[in-house]
């Protein structure tokens, strides 16, 4: 009977924890409309949502329930790659929108 208790609540653990890992979302890539279309302003408000998304990941990083019951169940590992998932669209379209500024000879 203990011994049953002992797995259920194992695998019930587990299963929580699976739940457990953060999702930050993903940035897309500048559509070749979004590249032709954009104006030097909707440039600088999409830097602006870039930077806010990123701010966002960093401040998720801080560690609450879902941090400890993440590492409870994989280590940390599913929250690590999300959140690097994350920085990492974030960064390309970043660098997509810095490149298409500079093309259209925007103002910093």
Request: hydrophobic share 35%; aromatic share 2%; proline share 1%.
């Amino acid at each position: 009977m203990i011994k049953k208790s002992v797995i259920i609540l194992v695998v019930g653990g587990l299963a929580l924890s699976a739940c457990a890992t953060k999702r930050y979302g993903r940035m897309q890539p500048l559509s070749q409309v979004e590249k032709q279309s954009y104006t030097c302003r909707e440039i600088a408000i999409e830097i602006s949502k870039v930077e806010a998304f990123q701010k966002q990941v960093t401040d998720g990083t801080k560690t609450n329930s879902k941090s400890i019951a993440g590492v409870i169940g994989d280590l940390g590992i599913g929250n690590t790659q999300e959140k690097h998932a994350a920085r990492k669209t974030a960064d390309a379209r970043l660098k997509e929108l810095q490149a298409l500024s500079a093309g259209k000879n925007c103002a910093s």
